[in-house]
């Protein structure tokens, strides 16, 4: 049997006894983990150290090193999310519908887990902790395949989480680490049909396009965010340059901050020289059309095809001129991931348009794309945003992270 | 640009006029079509007749040529079948959750269409009608890909269809037939992401292995069904009879029919010469264990592991006498597709425990298997029985076909 195999029957075994344990028991074993994660912090740190070292020696930029490290404080937010899971309410053997037939059947649908999670993810040690907690609370046993760079802190980080298991209700098989790093233990892992229920790839483009091509196990496709905002001929200018401004630099490496800033030709000579001069506070670049260009001058560079389809992650933007929001939802339907989508204006019409229009996880009128987001959604967590439509769509939550099973009780009932 | 890909091009553009359409004008398409069916009757019995004379030379056994064969009855019922789905109420556009948050953005989540539905399916022209119907009503195009056994039936009938449309509000690019059968472009099919959002094969075990193996888009596996019941020590002895009998031979060849018995030892002796009594007026074979043939002598033949990993499909039954209901939930862990499971007893315990323990799509008290299906549900229509646990689980009615959107309203927000 395969290293993966091994591991793929442990988690399903645990995720059996997972499937059963009551809400307390959960809990307890949530709050048991948090604890552990704060006592057991010298050894956490020591392997981080260690992760960080190599980390350095094969180069790595400040802004990846600084994802990868681990402190006492961030140990201290990483064990009071784990608290904060174990507060939400539980999700699991929830009935969302039902009814007696004709016949006398009763039918019930109730929230199950999915079983096993696999979850491939990159660099930040915090995902780690997290994905087990929601795993855990959502009666799933989960495998998780980190990446190389932080396996010693992710190894660390599991080993102290099954420690405290032992003292629970809950098999400390639940949490199961790849500690084999390696491009084929990955691949096989997408491959691994009867052991894990769904894949959540978390990361880069790379990463979620090779689980997506390669999976023949069901995957949930996150993160992925090329998002617009586009500014009506009818908005008001101050909105316009704060949501735009906001949308690209309050994070501008995260998924829900925005690429691509299509703006009205009506309102570009205003606007345009406006929202240029709040960006440049922030070093932004701006790459543009050639109406851009004639508006913004050097101000600009000029923009390539390419641009309107790339997820900068950074502190750069592409800016389209266009006629108007036939032009701009034509823009979005070819260029977006279908993540979050923004439209500033006072038109009624050009509102509802666009919420009904345009085809994303999330669409805005009037407010920046940042906002797409489990916690602010209010799901009180979020395991990934599902940029596909099946399953999930948008901020996952617990609910994400379960199926349903229909129960149905006769006396005897035989179809006729 | 490929074959393929113009169908799948098509298919986008009209799904997008599509999921804009209100309900009356996608109700009255739908009368429209089955009218069509009727009146074009003389068309697609021509075609059916074409597809029948080259399977009998090709040799085709009368069960595949009774499901290939359509005459005025069946046109008649098809079509009042597609009347059904319209009467159906609509389920694109629902609101299924929201809220104002306390930064003033109002969420609200609302169902959408998938987009485009890529359906792989086998021999049944009824299934190539079901499937458009079904995609028309929850807003999504589709693109049909049927066996070549059964292509002149089902191109008949896409044009029938399609020309129904034509005299409508709804495009008729909306129902796309793939009418190369090759087996690459079947590959390329489950390889379109980007046209199509959802793949859902129809048919037996190969072609959704096939589908599961191959595809890159999203895919939900249908049909496999190696169901079992399981009669305890405490069934009553009549109602176990009928049961299993009514779960095998009601219509053997359909997924949710029973393929392994399970018996308690403690009732065997008695019970299962009574079972095989009444299967034996149905010629139904029985695959016993050892225990088994032990009680039932020649009644029954011995059963190797292989019979219990089957769907037969067939009047053929495996049985293995069980210690109780540990070996029994046990077993069917082991052997079972997840899709549907009964117990028949009168123990309050065993009955809680087999409903939460057993891990399938549906599971049973003192009930046939047979019951498990769209209709008998209350589903209004079914597009398959999932039995896989990611976005839909067991019979998958209209609800099935919708994803979701949040739609945020704001005044300016921006994320602080």
Redesign the interface.
Same mark, same amino acid.
């Given at each position: 049997m395969s290293y993966l195999k091994e591991i793929g029957g442990r988690a399903k075994s645990a995720a059996?006894t997972l499937?059963?344990a009551l809400t307390d028991e959960k809990n307890n074993a949530l709050l048991s983990i948090a604890e552990a994660l704060e006592s057991g912090q010298d050894d956490i740190l020591a392997a981080n150290a260690g992760d960080l070292k190599e980390a350095e020696q094969n180069g790595m930029g400040s802004a990846m090193l600084d994802r990868l490290r681990l402190n006492g404080a961030r140990i201290k937010e990483i064990a009071d999310a784990v608290r904060n899971v174990a507060a939400l309410p539980e999700p699991v053997g929830k009935t969302i519908g039902g009814?007696t037939?004709p016949n006398g059947?009763e039918?019930v649908k109730v929230t199950?887990p999915?079983?096993v999670v696999g979850i491939i993810f990159e660099s930040r040690p915090n995902v780690t902790v997290d994905c087990a907690a929601l795993c855990l609370k959502s009666g799933n046993a989960c495998i998780l395949r980190g990446g190389k760079e932080a396996i010693r802190s992710n190894a660390a980080l599991v080993s102290c989480m099954q420690k405290a298991l032992e003292g629970t209700k809950i098999p400390p098989g639940c949490i199961q680490l790849v500690e084999d790093t390696s491009r084929e233990t990955a691949a096989e892992m997408m491959r691994l049909?009867g052991y894990i229920?769904?894949l959540i790839p978390r990361g880069g483009k790379g990463l979620i396009q090779s689980v997506?091509?390669n999976a023949?196990v069901?995957?949930?496709e996150t993160g992925a965010g090329n998002c617009h905002v586009f500014v009506d001929e009818s908005a008001?200018h101050?909105?316009a340059v704060?949501?735009v401004?906001?949308?690209k630099t309050?994070r501008p490496s995260v998924c829900n901050a925005v690429e691509t800033l299509l703006i009205h030709k009506n309102c570009a000579d205003a606007l345009l020289p406006e929202i240029a001069g709040r960006l440049s506070e922030s070093s932004t670049e701006i790459r543009g059309c050639e109406k851009t260009l004639a508006i913004l001058g050097k101000v600009a560079v000029p923009a390539c095809e390419d641009d309107y389809m790339t997820e900068f992650g950074d502190y750069i933007i592409a800016v389209k001129v266009v006629g108007g929001i036939d032009e701009a939802i034509r823009h979005i339907?070819k260029y977006s991931t279908r993540h979050s989508e923004a439209i500033v204006t006072e038109s009624y019409e050009n509102?509802r348009r666009f919420?009904?229009?345009v085809? #994303?996880?999330?669409?805005? @009128?009037?407010? *920046?794309t940042?906002?797409?987001d489990g916690g602010?959604?209010?799901l009180g967590a979020e395991i990934g945003i599902s940029t596909?439509?099946?399953?999930a769509?948008?901020p996952m939550g617990l609910t994400s992270l379960l #199926?349903?099973?229909?129960? @149905?009780?006769? *006396?005897?009932?035989?179809?006729?």
């Open positions: 059996f499937s059963q009814e037939r059947l039918i199950v999915l079983g049909n229920d769904v997506v091509r023949t069901p995957v949930i008001k101050d909105m704060n949501i401004n906001n949308a309050q339907e509102s919420l009904r229009e085809d #994303s996880a999330a669409v805005y @009128v009037n407010a *920046s940042r906002f797409t602010v959604f209010g596909q439509k099946l399953h769509r948008g #199926s349903t099973k229909y129960m @149905v009780t006769g *006396s005897g009932q035989i179809r006729v």
